[in-house]
């Protein structure tokens, strides 16, 4: 609690500084970053969390036929409503917080800026760019009170909130340096900081893979990295109308074996730097985020993780999925544990025991979002989302899940 609090006096006066520095990049915090890593080592003794979902309690309810003792779900808060974004997300939201669970919340502006009035994709991104700005610059807190009221009404609860969530340049930077971003990220933290008297708040930086490095708010605001893990992050192939690859087959993607093809900075013969190029089950970018929380003192939230199409095979998803859903399941578990060379880097790096939080959606996105079955798909059969994740429909992937839990010492269990 000590530290808690120690974070939320130097978040304030980081809110306070930017109120006079509003678009100098923000930097590493020195107490912050000694504070931070001190909290990500005892992280490491504790167990990992699992979290479910991503808007209803169906994924929380299919995962409790089978297991028990989850750590919490995941749910998004809209900036432009200033509410969740639908009763489903705040109902599943107060089930977690009243039993003194952990919340992931997506605090969201991209999808839905506010003050767009319509448009293509250009014209949203160009108005969500200005809303960062405008919360960089102190904008739009008033949206945060109902989330405010709900975390502090729930004092046995902890919150991890995205601030926007696989944030980019293209819809969160208006400079080459992505100090509105990087503002943004800070004004929040100390915003919200300032005013929870509870202090069960964290903070998650979750970016697009290629760009954690250029969009980082600093070591004083983060307390997690966040990151999504789908079917190309794990190397797999989807199918969206054909199959697509991470990486173009064969020369940077190996079909047979499924999986990406990259060189690393290894020795030849003589002892020299030479390129390696050898197989891989986890994406480049993905690697070298999770070596950059290590070398930062951050744990790592695989903040949305499941299953994508494998196969096109009609209005069911009994085919491929069987099968490369278990595959997907065991690379998962191995991304946890993962030890060995990183593409485009010299030597070998022990990155086990950097993610210490896993939010597997565990809906039926058939059906859509909410995985809510409602008599129709709302997906068509041959493209990306068309897909049953929920890990009780697959024998072989729920049994790895279930040995995964177990030999990576969550908490949470099958039964």
């Avoid at 290894?266 to 390696?276: E, M, Q, R």
């Avoid at 690697?287 to 003192?297: E, S, T």
Wanted: glycine share 10%; with cysteine; net charge negative.
């Amino acid at each position: 609690m000590v530290a808690q609090r120690l974070r939320t006096v130097l978040r304030s006066l980081t809110a306070a500084a930017f109120a006079l520095l509003l678009f100098l990049p923000a930097g590493p915090d020195t107490a912050r970053a000694a504070d931070s890593t001190a909290d990500s080592t005892a992280g490491a003794a504790a167990a990992p969390e699992l979290l479910l979902g991503q808007s209803t309690r169906g994924a929380w309810d299919d995962f409790h036929t089978f297991g028990q003792n989850a750590d919490g779900g995941s749910v998004y808060y809209e900036l432009r409503a200033g509410d969740w974004v639908n009763p489903a997300h705040r109902a599943y939201a107060t089930l977690l917080a009243e039993q003194g669970k952990t919340l992931q919340v997506g605090i969201s502006w991209k999808d839905n800026p506010p003050g767009f009035e319509g448009g293509d994709e250009n014209a949203k991104a160009a108005r969500s760019r200005a809303v960062t700005a405008e919360l960089a610059a102190g904008g739009h807190t008033a949206s945060l009170d109902r989330l405010l009221a709900f975390t502090e009404a729930h004092p046995r609860a902890r919150f991890k909130l995205r601030l926007d969530y696989e944030v980019s340049s293209f819809y969160h930077c208006t400079d080459a340096g992505c100090s509105s971003y990087k503002n943004a990220f800070n004004r929040l933290a100390g915003y919200l900081d300032s005013r929870s008297g509870a202090h069960n708040l964290e903070y998650v930086f979750h970016p697009v893979r290629g760009e954690f490095e250029a969009m980082y708010p600093g070591d004083a605001a983060v307390d997690w990295m966040g990151v999504s893990v789908f079917a190309h992050e794990l190397c797999l192939p989807l199918y969206d109308r054909g199959p697509l690859y991470n990486g173009t087959p064969p020369q940077s993607y190996d079909v047979a074996a499924k999986q990406c093809r990259n060189a690393y900075i290894g020795t030849d013969a003589h002892g020299n730097p030479a390129a390696v190029w050898r197989n891989f089950d986890h994406d480049a970018n993905v690697l070298k985020l999770l070596k950059f929380a290590r070398d930062h003192g951050k744990p790592v939230v695989l903040s949305e993780a499941g299953l994508m199409n494998f196969t096109a095979d009609g209005s069911s998803t009994d085919g491929l999925e069987q099968q490369a859903g278990d595959l997907w399941v065991k690379r998962l578990f191995s991304l946890m544990n993962y030890r060995g060379p990183i593409p485009n880097l010299p030597g070998t790096h022990d990155l086990s025991g950097v993610i210490r939080s896993v939010a597997y959606i565990n809906l039926d996105f058939r059906y859509g979002w909410d995985g809510i079955d409602d008599g129709s798909f709302d997906f068509p059969p041959d493209t990306t989302w068309f897909v049953d994740g929920r890990l009780s429909r697959y024998g072989a992937a729920k049994a790895s899940f279930c040995q995964g839990l177990a030999a990576n010492g969550f908490t949470a269990r099958c039964r």
